[in-house]
């Protein structure tokens, strides 16, 4: 079973910052995809970014220049560092971790932007 626990999120002023993680644990295949995506109420599930085993990454165009997406191949970790947050920004972000054809997801961390 592969299991993936966020943290991090929480309630900021739009312009601040946040920082989120994602630790993944269990049998999971080293050459993976793993990324963030977020659903605001009323609205479908969106990538917000997302970093391919060798680095390489990928981004929602509103979140271009603000957002930033890393990891660690050996702790088995995604981060997102999110500045310049917008309340357009709000929503419940969820890591995601791609294998092949299998997909996996977090239970979803809230981040709250107030204007």
């Known amino acids: 079973q592969v299991q993936l626990m966020e943290s991090g999120g929480g309630l900021v002023q739009a312009g601040g910052s946040l920082r989120l993680s994602c630790v993944a644990s269990?049998?999971?295949?080293?050459?993976?995809?793993k990324g963030w995506y977020r659903q605001a109420p009323g609205k479908q599930r969106e990538l917000v970014a997302d970093?391919?085993?060798?680095?390489?990454?990928n981004y929602a165009d509103s979140v271009k220049g603000r957002f930033t997406i890393s990891r660690d191949n050996v702790k088995n970790t995604v981060s997102l560092q999110m500045n310049s947050l917008k309340p357009e920004d709000t929503a419940v972000y969820y890591c995601?971790?791609?294998?092949?054809?299998?997909?996996?997801w977090g239970q979803g961390t809230q981040v709250t932007v107030s204007s």
């Open positions: 970093i391919t085993y060798g680095g390489n990454t």
């Open positions: 269990g049998n999971i295949f080293s050459i993976n995809t």
């Open positions: 995601n971790l791609g294998v092949g054809s299998l997909t996996y």
